[in-house]
T-cell receptor, first 116, second 113 residues
Framework: GAVVSQHPSRVICKSGTSVKIECRSLDFQATTMFWYRQFPKQSLMLMATSNEGSKATYEQGVEKDKFLINHASLTLSTLTVTSAHPEDSSFYIC????????????FGPGTRLTVL | GESVGLHLPTLSVQEGDNSIINCAYSNSASDYFIWYKQESGKGPQFIIDIRSNMDKRQGQRVTVLLNKTVKHLSLQIAATQPGDSAVYFCAERSGGSNYKLTFGKGTLLTVNP
């Protein structure tokens, strides 16, 4: 159990367009999901915490109007990168924490975003 | 600010040897720690976790040791295999109800056949 999926796995878009990334917990309910960004050879940096049915909590320095997060159900959170620019190119990873049970976060496979 | 760091950015071992990956943390309020393995182009994979009320926990071929006195965490991998080659991250939860994790910089483990 504890499988998290992301879609798409890779996306290439033109500068100025918006891209939506989905994160799903496939076999468990997740009240809380997290969105991370990872640049090459670097660690994961938390962008925001997403709670089902409420507004996301963004980390310092992350623009909430640029990175729109929606957590509409206990199994789905979406991250929309609006008006993407080349500097937004990165590896975006989500994680999910079970509604009940442990504190463990289970990660999705990541989405590679390339903005041309 | 609070941070989680690693002593060694790279580690190269021979197949069959035991590997030890170290991690230092600075937040004495952290109550939960996790080790993740990340292969190239993939998301982090949970390996093992430990709570602050424990000092050792064992899994399959892996052992995590926690020394709260010196704020040190280590991951031991027994009989390291080529498939263990990856970047290993430690992560800490600083307590409270937000469940946020802070990740260390990562250690690249290379297993030579």
């Amino acid at each position: 159990g504890a499988v998290v999926s992301q879609h798409p796995s890779r996306v290439i878009c033109k500068s100025g367009t918006s891209v939506k990334i989905e994160c799903r917990s496939l076999d468990f309910q997740a009240t809380t999901m997290f969105w991370y960004r990872q640049f090459p050879k670097q660690s994961l940096m938390l962008m925001a915490t997403s709670n089902e049915g409420s507004k996301a909590t963004y980390e310092q320095g992350v623009e909430k109007d640029k990175f729109l997060i929606n957590h509409a159900s206990l199994t789905l959170s979406t991250l929309t990168v609006t008006s993407a620019h080349p500097e937004d190119s990165s590896f975006y990873i989500c994680s999910a924490r079970r509604t009940s049970g442990t504190d463990t976060q289970y990660f999705g496979p990541g989405t590679r975003l390339t903005v041309l | 600010g609070e941070s989680v760091g690693l002593h060694l950015p790279t580690l190269s071992v021979q197949e069959g040897d035991n590997s030890i990956i170290n991690c230092a943390y600075s937040n004495s309020a952290s109550d939960y720690f996790i080790w993740y393995k990340q292969e190239s182009g993939k998301g982090p994979q949970f390996i093992i976790d430990i709570r602050s009320n424990m000092d050792k926990r064992q899994g399959q071929r892996v052992t995590v040791l926690l020394n709260k006195t010196v704020k040190h965490l280590s991951l031991q991998i027994a009989a390291t295999q080529p498939g263990d080659s990856a970047v290993y991250f430690c992560a800490e939860r600083s307590g409270g109800s937000n469940y946020k994790l802070t990740f260390g910089k990562g250690t690249l483990l290379t297993v030579n056949p």
